[in-house]
C-alpha cells in the first residue's frame, strides 16, 4: 500500500480577510513532490482556509492513489487536534469542511500531526501565492510557481542593521544551541568574572563584551521565546507582543484624562527622552521584527523613535488607539469627581459605563482591543512585534490574557515608557511575560 504524506496550510490578511490556502502531497518513502494544490478562496479566516487547505490536499492525494495510507502534517494545532477527535468542532463554517475532510478517506488510513511553522513552508509559500495571486484578480497558476524550493534548515539572520543587528544574531547564536550548550555557555559567563580578575584593560572589555551579550540573551530568551510555563513543548514559537506605553506628555505628570477623543497632545522633552531610552534597550536585546502604532501623536511619535533605531517601519493599528474619555479628557480625577459624581461612580462600578458625554466604555474598549490583537496574531505568526499603544489597551490585552475581571483594570500601575511582554500560543492560551518595565529609564 502505498503512503503518501499531505502537508496543508491557509492564510487570511485579516481575520477574516482576503484567504488563500496550499497543499502539497509527497511520496513518504522518497520525499518526492507528487502534486500541489493551491487557490485564492475570497473572504475567510484563518482556520476555514486551513481546513480548506486539509481538503484540498486530501482530495489531490486520493487522486493519485485512493487505497493509500495519509499522513497529515499540519502546522495548525487547533485543525490538526479537531480532526483527530481531541478537541471539539464548534465554529459552524468549519463543521461541515472537517466533515468533508473526515469523508475523503477511512479514518483508519488518516493520521495527523503537528509540525512547527517553519517545516511546513512548501505549503505556507503556496497558500502566500495564492492571496498573491487574488490580490491581483488572478487564479493561482501551477506553471507560475515558486514554492517547492530547498530553504536551509535555519533562516538566514535578518532584520534591523546596526547594534540591532547584532544584538539580533548574538540571541539567535545562543538559543540555536541545545539546552546543555546554553548551559555550558551559562556557567563560562558567570566564571568569567573570576577568570579575569587582575588581567588588563583589555582583557577586561572583553570580558565586559561577553557579559553584555548574555545579558541581551538573558532578556531576549526571558520575554521574545519564553520557555518555562504550561505550554507544551510542541506549540512552536509563539507570537509575542511587547507592549510599549508611549512617552510622557504634558498632560501625563499631571495625570490628566488623556484618550482618543481630547487634544491628541505629542510627546514632551521627557517623553522623548525616554523613548531615546527604550530604543537603546530594545536595539540591546535585538528582538523585536516589526513595529505597530496606535494612530494618535504620541503614540507615532515613540514609534518613530524606536524604529529608527531598530531600522524598521511602523504600521498603525487603529484598534489600539486609547479610549475616548468623551467630557472627561484634560480633568484630572478630582475634577471628574467634583463635576460628574454620579457618572464617574457607574463608570468605576460597571465596564459597560460610558464616560460623561458618551465616551468609550471599558466593554467597548476590551472588544476592540480582543479584535486587533487577533487581527495581529494572525499577520505576525511566531514573531515578536512592539505594540506601541496607551495604558487602557496594554491594561486590556494583560487583563484578558490573565483572565482576569474587569475591575483588575483599577489594581495594575502602568508608566509612561514601560514595557510589558505576552507571548501568545498556537492553542490559544497566553503567558503574560512582563509588566511594568522601567528599568531601561534608570
Known sequence: MREFVVEADGGSRGNPGPAGYGAVVSDAATGETLAEAAEYIGVATNNVAEYRGLLAGLRAARELDPDARIRVRMDSKLVVEQM????????????????QAAAVFPADRVTYEWIPRERNTHADRLANEAMDAGKRGEQWSPEASRADLDTPAVPAPEGPPGDAAAGAARVREALASAGGAVAEEEAATRDAPTRNAGTGAGEEGHADADAD??????????????????????????????????????LTPQKRFSGSGGSDPSLSGVGREQAEKVAAALARRGTVQAIVASPLARTRETARIVAARLG???????????????????????????????????????????????????AATAARVAEA??????????????????????????????????????????SAASLSAVA???????????????????
Open 312 to 362: 524598521l517601519d511602523v504600521a498603525v493599528e487603529d484598534g489600539l488607539r486609547e479610549t475616548d474619555f468623551g467630557a472627561w479628557e484634560g480633568l484630572t480625577f478630582g475634577e471628574v469627581r467634583e463635576r460628574y459624581p454620579e457618572d464617574l461612580d457607574a463608570w468605576l462600578a460597571s465596564p459597560d459605563a460610558e464616560p460623561t458625554g458618551g465616551g468609550e466604555s471599558f
Open 213 to 250: 551579550a548574555d545579558a541581551d540573551r538573558r532578556a531576549a530568551q526571558a520575554v521574545a521565546i519564553p520557555s518555562s510555563g504550561w505550554a507544551p513543548a510542541d506549540m512552536g514559537a509563539p507570537a509575542t507582543f511587547v507592549l510599549l506605553r508611549h512617552g510622557e506628555t504634558p
Open 84 to 99: 483527530s477527535g481531541r478537541w471539539k468542532i464548534k465554529h459552524p463554517a468549519m463543521k461541515p469542511l472537517a466533515a
Open 424 to 442: 501568545y500560543y498556537a492553542d490559544g492560551n497566553a503567558s503574560v511575560r512582563l509588566f511594568n518595565d522601567t528599568s531601561h529609564l534608570r
Open 373 to 414: 490583537r487577533d487581527k495581529l496574531l494572525a499577520q505576525y505568526r511566531g514573531r515578536t512585534v512592539l505594540l506601541v499603544t496607551h495604558v487602557t489597551p496594554v491594561k486590556m490585552m494583560i487583563r484578558l490574557a490573565l483572565g482576569a475581571p474587569p475591575e483588575a483594570l483599577f489594581r495594575m500601575e502602568l
